[in-house]
């Protein structure tokens, strides 16, 4: 374990350590009434009492100004300082709620929803990892749409992040002569974002709108005809892009192709089949799992944790090797996730108060471009739940109470409909819209593919290819 | 000091000391990647690496790394294109890929690429 491991272990242990602090006391009730809660933030921010202070976005949006120049103006000390950025930012935040605010509460949502987020993350990738998948075919532009649009509809059955890791070197490999930067944008949109709108399991949002109450299919028969049309709509520019890219032929001849594809690491499908298993093992959603409240951790986040250490120790060495397995691109995941979640809070919770404040204003196109737009830079997660809280809200329901929710969802689907997909496909907006989204970039760059800048990525790719289709999914769909 | 294909065939290894390389091949270096570092530059202004040729090997050093050992994973490698010197270097069929591990003992074990181990040029 180096120094930089050590500090990330030590942080989250010390957190959790001081929110944990009253429960461990035996004075969680207590503490649950002196702290301000995240629902209480709200009412109060409603009645104008200012409890949130707004100057507390300023190092989460330093931050993501970070996440955005360092690579770009000041790469050397931000490839080497990165996780003491993050955790330092995030760790203020944190002193703030606890010294100041004397709210453990946000905190530990944050802490325990970031360990459900890494927990899944972490344990895809590792166990993905140990999958090889071989494609001996030419790349044409028609079998790269049909690869694409397989990967999109992987991502609903084995999470983006399994579909992205398992997918993006058979990608590179099989376009190898002639790959460009569009080929990996692309699938960051199709495979790492939009793709996984149709099952709880594809992205971690709809995966929590699951754990309050959303019926597991709801999603896909409420949102499979918005999902194709963006689907199509990029396939199709992305075949204009790729059959107009005439750099094709092997540097050393042309070279003879099997179509062959062959798999290996039968082992690791297990794993990710306990994996998305262990997903739905929830106190939640199955009454006979056991919550390990207060801790912020659950049954379902120690399997997966086990799952990512056994599969990595049981792993073919030699699938490892030729995966070129390397941790750093989940620890950056895990180190800029850890500075975001906790420095979000702020953000998040004014998201909420003004959500609250202006419900009435908030119509199905608001709900969609502001869990959009946000979701694009902040976690889609959270997001996510912000909104549906306010749309609950305008109902006079409680997100908490998860019959609300089911009584929600068969009386207003419109708005679900606007948070889900909205939260889903804008996380393709940016590296930082989505996990995967930063693993996908880190395993091209280890191929010797350059990738974009994070503001070359929105300017040359998203707001000109996704903003018009979005904008089109607004015009029909909420408008 | 070997022919490169001598070292691949012979299984020759290199060594590392902290953010160093000495390779037992004199080469035309096109592009060299360590961890997500792309690097192109190999001018005597580079930021990034520093290469030093003597009679009886190459020395690389990263400038960007205290101690490679920290940036690489046991699975991870440096990856390099390379061309023997005396060699036509405009000719694709002359250019080698070639990974580095880092082995214990200083070792730097040198290969040439699987065609699953993905290095684009």
Redesign the interface.
């Known amino acids: 374990m180096n120094k930089n491991s050590i500090i990330l272990a030590t942080f989250v242990l010390l957190i959790t350590f001081f929110i944990c602090d009253d429960v461990f006391a035996g004075n969680y009730d207590i503490a649950i009434e002196d702290t301000v809660t995240n629902a209480q933030d709200i009412e109060l921010a409603g009645k104008g009492d200012s409890l949130i202070d707004y100057l507390m976005v300023i190092p989460f949006a330093i931050l993501l100004l970070m996440i955005a120049t360092g690579p770009i103006f000041y790469p050397h000390f931000w490839e080497n300082h990165y996780p003491k950025v993050a955790v330092g930012i995030g760790s203020a935040v944190a002193i703030y709620y606890l010294a100041v605010l004397n709210d453990h509460h946000s905190l530990l949502d944050s802490l325990a929803e970031y360990l459900s987020f890494i927990a899944l993350l972490g344990s895809l990738f590792v166990a993905s990892g140990g999958i090889l998948l071989r494609v001996d075919k030419k790349a044409t532009p028609l079998v790269n749409v049909l690869f694409l649009l397989f990967g999109a509809v992987m991502a609903n059955v084995i999470g983006t992040t399994g579909a992205s890791m398992l997918l993006i070197r058979p990608f590179i490999i099989m376009n190898k002569d002639r790959i460009r930067a569009y080929h990996i944008i692309f699938f960051i949109f199709l495979v790492s974002n939009i793709g996984g709108a149709l099952t709880p399991i594809g992205d971690p949002p709809l995966f929590l709108g699951f754990l309050r109450g959303v019926p597991f299919f709801w999603v896909i028969e409420n949102v499979w005809f918005i999902w194709i049309l963006p689907i199509i709509i990029i396939l199709v520019i992305f075949y204009i892009f790729d059959y107009t890219n005439k750099s094709g032929g092997s540097l050393k001849g042309d070279k003879e192709y099997s179509g062959m594809i062959k798999f290996e690491g039968y082992r690791n499908v297990f794993y990710l089949c306990i994996i998305i298993i262990a997903v739905f093992l929830d106190p939640a959603v199955i009454s006979w799992v056991p919550s390990l409240h207060p801790l912020p951790i659950g049954i379902r986040e120690i399997i997966m944790f086990s799952v990512m250490i056994i599969s990595y120790k049981r792993a073919d060495q030699s699938i490892l090797r030729l995966n070129e397995f390397d941790f750093e691109p989940i620890k950056e995941v895990a180190y800029l996730f850890i500075g975001l979640f906790i420095a979000m809070i702020p953000a998040l919770q004014v998201i909420a108060s003004q959500a609250q404040i202006h419900a009435d204003k908030l119509n199905a196109g608001v709900f969609y471009w502001a869990t959009g737009s946000l979701s694009g830079f902040l976690d889609n997660a959270p997001t996510y739940l912000n909104f549906l809280s306010a749309a609950l809200g305008k109902e006079g329901l409680d997100i908490n109470n998860t019959a609300d929710v089911r009584h929600f969802v068969s009386i207003d689907v419109i708005y679900l409909r606007a948070i889900s997909v909205a939260a889903v496909f804008f996380g393709a907006m940016t590296y930082i819209g989505n996990g995967p989204n930063f693993m996908v970039k880190s395993i091209c760059e280890r191929a010797g593919i350059k990738m974009p800048s994070f503001f070359t990525y929105i300017v040359k790719y998203s707001v000109p290819i996704l903003i018009p289709v979005f904008i089109l999914v607004w015009a029909i769909y909420f408008r | 000091m070997y022919p490169i294909n001598v070292v691949l065939n012979k299984k020759l290894n290199g060594l590392h000391y902290y953010n160093r390389i000495i390779l037992p091949f004199k080469a035309h270096i096109l ?1 060299v ?1 360590v ?4 690097i192109t530059d190999f001018s005597p202004k580079s ?1 990034k690496i520093f290469i030093r040729e003597k009679e009886e090997f190459t020395s690389v050093y990263f400038l ?1 790394y205290k101690d490679l050992n ?1 940036a ?2 046991k ?3 440096i ?1 390099m294109v390379v061309v023997e010197k005396g060699k036509d270097v405009f000719d ?2 002359n ?1 080698i890929k070639i990974s580095l591990y880092l082995e214990p003992g200083h070792k730097v074990k040198i290969e040439e690429c ?1 065609q ?6």
Do not use: R
Request: charged residues 35%; hydrophobic residues 40%.
């Open positions: 592009k990647i961890s997500s570092n792309i930021k960007d920290d690489l994973s699975f991870d490698a990856k694709f069929n250019h699987d699953d181990i993905i290095l684009l040029e």
